[in-house]
Structures are given as structure tokens and as C-alpha cells.
Antibody, heavy 120, light 107 residues
Framework: EVQLVESGGGLVQPGGSLRLSCAASGFPLSSYQMNWVRQTPGKGLEWVSY????????SYADSMKGRFTISRDNAENSLYLQMNSLRAEDTGVYYC?????????????WGQGTLVTVSS | EIVLTQSPATLSLSPGERATLSCRASQSVSSSLAWYQQKPGQAPRLLIYDASNRATGIPARFSGSGSGTDFTLTISSLEPEDFAVYYCQQRSNWPSTFGRGTRLEIK
């Protein structure tokens, strides 16, 4: 059974940092492109970042560039999102999501999400 | 950035009725459009990709159509479990974007 399980969310002050993790099981992570997607009260669903199956290419939404870093460890079946310089508007639920094996056509599996709250 | 506009914002129907949801893109996305269903407290679930291809395990009552800028998700006969929020997403241009959703509620 395919499973994606996020962890690492929590309450952080503005300007702070968090590292999110996504543990994958039930499929070979090394064969899939992966993404982070967030859902915020202000903007709804928002794509955050993408990483290719082997670690490249990498891309970010504009508002995350320079603050967020996506990475993966295929040997450990894990995906990561390092988030720095957090802002109130980054508050939301963060999901890891797997691309269809056929490529960038849709996210066929999602984790349950981890809540990030940026507040003083 | 491509803006996806979904309509209506809310759709009130009864079980057994046909639902037609619209997604309009601010510029052409060819057929690179996906549809998702989201229920409260759950992650989105992929229904349709490439505008008209059902994802694995999705019932045949869900169908997608369209290309370019105008897309439709149709649910032929609503089941009680279909009442949820539906989102479209384009993967044609960077960055990938989502619509704001259509809430399908029981009338």
C-alpha cells in the first residue's frame, strides 16, 4: 500500500525555521517525481516545490525561492522541505504529493498533511 | 502565472442528479489539467488527469472534458459520498496553479 506520512510541522515564530519530512512506503521513491503542496486560508491550494526522481531538476514557487529548500534521500525513502525566514502567510497545512509515474500530469498520492503555524 | 477560475463557487444538488463543474484558464493549458476531490480533514484525491483520463480506481460516473482554456468535470449521477470540494489544477506552465474550488453540497 502506498503511503506518504509528513512530520515536522508545528508552531514557529516569524523569521523562524522548520524542517518537514515525508516518509514514503509501498513504492520505490527513486522512480517518482515528488512535490510539496500547501493549503492556506488565504490562497487555498498552492504548489510549493518540485524535485525530480533522482534529485534534479528542482523548482519552487516564486514566494518560496530563497527561503525553502527541497531535498530527498531515496535510500531512506524520504522527502524533505527546509523552510527558513517563515512568515505569517506561510501558515497552513503542508502536503507531500507524488506525481503520476507518467510525469507531471497530476498528484496521485498525498500525505495526510502537517500543520505549520507561524505566529508570535 | 495562469489563473484558474472555477464556477460555480457552490453547487447545490440532490443525490442522483447530474453535476457539471467548470474550470476556465486565463491562457491555454492545452490538455494539462487535473481535477481533485477534497473532503473535510482529508488530502485532495486525484480524479482526472490530462483533462479526460480517470485516475486509478475512480468510478466511471466521473468524467472530464475540454482543452485549451475551458474544462468541465461531470458527475453523471451523484452519490452521497460525492458531496465535497472539487479543485482543478494546471500543469502546463510553471508554476502549477490550482483553482479556488467548487463546493458541491446536498440540496
Amino acid at each position: 500500500e502506498v503511503q506518504l506520512v509528513e512530520s515536522g510541522g508545528g508552531l514557529v515564530q516569524p523569521g523562524g525555521s522548520l524542517r518537514l519530512s515525508c516518509a514514503a512506503s509501498g513504492f520505490p521513491l527513486s522512480s517518482y517525481q515528488m512535490n510539496w503542496v500547501r493549503q492556506t486560508p488565504g490562497k487555498g491550494l498552492e504548489w510549493v516545490s518540485y524535485i525530480g526522481a533522482s534529485g534534479t531538476p528542482i523548482s519552487y514557487a516564486d514566494s518560496m525561492k530563497g527561503r525553502f529548500t527541497i531535498s530527498r534521500d531515496n535510500a531512506e525513502n524520504s522527502l524533505y522541505l527546509q523552510m527558513n525566514s517563515l512568515r505569517a502567510e506561510d501558515t497552513g497545512v503542508y502536503y507531500c504529493a507524488r506525481d503520476l509515474v507518467a510525469g507531471a500530469k497530476g498528484f496521485d498520492y498525498w500525505g495526510q498533511g502537517t500543520l505549520v503555524t507561524v505566529s508570535s | 502565472e495562469i489563473v484558474l477560475t472555477q464556477s460555480p463557487a457552490t453547487l447545490s444538488l440532490s443525490p442522483g442528479e447530474r453535476a457539471t463543474l467548470s474550470c476556465r484558464a486565463s491562457q491555454s493549458v492545452s490538455s494539462s489539467l487535473a481535477w481533485y476531490q477534497q473532503k473535510p480533514g482529508q488530502a485532495p484525491r486525484l480524479l482526472i488527469y490530462d483533462a479526460s483520463n480517470r485516475a486509478t480506481g475512480i468510478p466511471a460516473r466521473f468524467s472530464g472534458s475540454g482543452s485549451g482554456t475551458d474544462f468541465t468535470l461531470t458527475i453523471s449521477s451523484l452519490e452521497p459520498e460525492d458531496f465535497a470540494v472539487y479543485y482543478c489544477q494546471q500543469r502546463s506552465n510553471w508554476p502549477s496553479t490550482f483553482g479556488r474550488g467548487t463546493r458541491l453540497e446536498i440540496k
